[in-house]
């Protein structure tokens, strides 16, 4: 007989059925026990009264992989108003070995070294699962979206020659007998395929060697990058980021809806039109509010982001604050100026309900330009950027683009405070396994 999901049971009322799944609970009363079925769809209520099938199941505990066999039948109090009865079940693997917590309560009660500890099976827990479906669709909605808006999406190498961000926090590796590192980010293959196709879109695994231990920093995450050609300025960067936090939101809701609604998830704010604030107006109005003179700071703390989100939401109505103009010499040397401001840049962060999820800007397009640009960073050998600088030098237009931090986003999202708790495996100064 062929297999079906938990949530097909109704369509099959009256009739032989087949399941196959985790044993996610067994409640085993004086004249009957029940066994809840786990598998991909939700849960299944099996109804077991013969004595033989009932000692079978006494000895298969919870996790272990069963196929189940018998009549749907309609049941008021079960999931989905149908219940299975007169069940015979045939185990799929040895009994499971104890589980460290209890999969089937509502939440996990463990703390978070023992869940990343145990992740391959507290992963199975109904909301944590339920936490990686809302991120799965957060991408396929930042794929969808830019897809839309004329963006191809590319695959750009992990192993490079050269640090894109900063030096400082670049993995090293032997690459046979040469130097080599870890991708900090997609940056300059994204830049050098504007030169190709415009708008290319990227999602894939960065890596930073995070020196310190924070509640939003890990040593290797997924970046949802995007870059695009003949812009006017980074204005035209944040009208496509908007558009695709949009497009992420909607189609969360749309093809997360169950999980958003297990895990009570409060979907942010965002108007139609995105609120911006220049770098300098915000820390002007940062100190203003605290009585803290703020406005010669590189950047904008943890803190100033946290009131800039509080701000957003009272004065705009919105989870999102985009904020352009940050001063140009600690930005990334690929960063535009912006002509109109001596010192600022015309690059920019988004901050999420407080908290950064978005770095980009307008970039350097001309050849001369980098050179300069290296130059002042004390950068005059330009062999590491040879392939990138080709691309400058055989033309390309005014460009930029954006990356967002993947476990940020679905972290914020869901209000949850570590961005460990998002991930499946996470990677940090102290783990690397499982
Ligand atoms: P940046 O380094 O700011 O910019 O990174 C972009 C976004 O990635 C996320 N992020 C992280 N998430 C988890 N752990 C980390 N260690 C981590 N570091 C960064 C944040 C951040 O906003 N090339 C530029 C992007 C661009 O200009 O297009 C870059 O990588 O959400």
Redesign the pocket.
């Known amino acids: 007989m062929q297999r079906i999901l938990s949530t097909h049971l109704p369509d099959f009322t009256g009739q032989p059925v087949r399941l196959a799944g985790w044993i996610h609970r067994r409640r085993l009363l004086k004249s009957v026990a029940f066994l809840i079925l786990r598998d991909a769809a939700g849960l299944a209520q099996v109804v077991v009264t013969d004595p033989a099938v009932r000692a079978q199941l006494e000895h298969l505990p919870e996790e272990t992989t069963v196929s189940v066999t018998g009549t749907a039948t309609a049941q008021p109090a079960a999931p989905g108003g149908v219940e299975v009865t007169g069940p015979t079940i045939m185990p799929l693997t040895d009994p499971a070995a104890p589980v460290p917590f209890d999969l089937y309560r509502p939440d996990l009660r463990a703390n978070l070294p023992t869940i990343l500890d145990h992740a391959p099976v507290a992963l199975r827990h109904p909301k944590l699962a339920a936490t990686h479906r809302i991120a799965a669709a957060a991408v396929a909605g930042f794929r969808k979206t830019l897809t839309t808006m004329g963006f191809v999406e590319i695959h750009t190498p992990k192993i490079v020659g050269t640090a894109?961000?900063s030096g400082a926090n670049v993995f090293a590796l032997d690459y046979f007998g040469r130097r080599a590192y870890l991708a900090?980010?997609p940056?300059l293959y994204k830049q050098i395929m504007v030169g190709v196709f415009e708008r290319v879109f990227e999602v894939g695994p960065v890596f930073?060697a995070?020196p310190s231990d924070t509640a939003?920093?890990?040593?290797a995450?997924t970046?949802l990058?995007a870059?695009l050609g003949f812009v006017d300025d980074h204005r035209d960067v944040i009208a496509a980021c908007h558009a695709t936090v949009a497009g992420m939101l909607a189609t969360v809701t749309e093809r997360a809806g169950p999980a958003v609604e297990l895990l009570d998830v409060r979907m942010p704010a965002l108007p139609a039109d995105p609120v911006i604030v220049h770098f300098a107006d915000a820390l002007n109005m940062i100190s203003a509010a605290t009585g803290r003179d703020v406005t010669g700071e590189p950047d904008l703390a943890p803190e100033h982001e946290r009131w800039l989100g509080e701000w957003a939401l009272r004065e705009h109505g919105s989870d999102f604050v985009f904020v352009e103009g940050y001063p140009t010499r600690h930005r990334?040397f690929y960063t535009h100026p912006d002509p109109a401001r001596p010192g600022c840049s015309r690059a920019i962060?988004l901050i999420f309900r407080g908290v950064?999820?978005?770095?980009?800007?307008q970039r350097l397009h001309r050849y001369g330009d980098y050179v300069a640009a290296l130059a002042e960073r004390g950068e005059t050998d330009l062999t590491p950027y040879a392939g990138y600088l080709d691309a400058m030098r055989y033309g390309m237009p005014p460009h930029g683009?954006?990356?967002?931090?993947l476990?940020?986003f679905v972290a914020r999202l869901l209000g949850v405070p570590n961005?460990r708790q998002v991930t499946l495996f996470p990677r940090d100064l102290h783990r690397l396994a499982p």
């Open positions: 894109t961000e900090q980010s940056q930073r995070e939003r920093h890990l040593a995450y970046s990058d870059e990334a962060d950064e999820l978005v770095s980009g800007g683009g954006f990356a967002f931090g476990e940020r961005i």
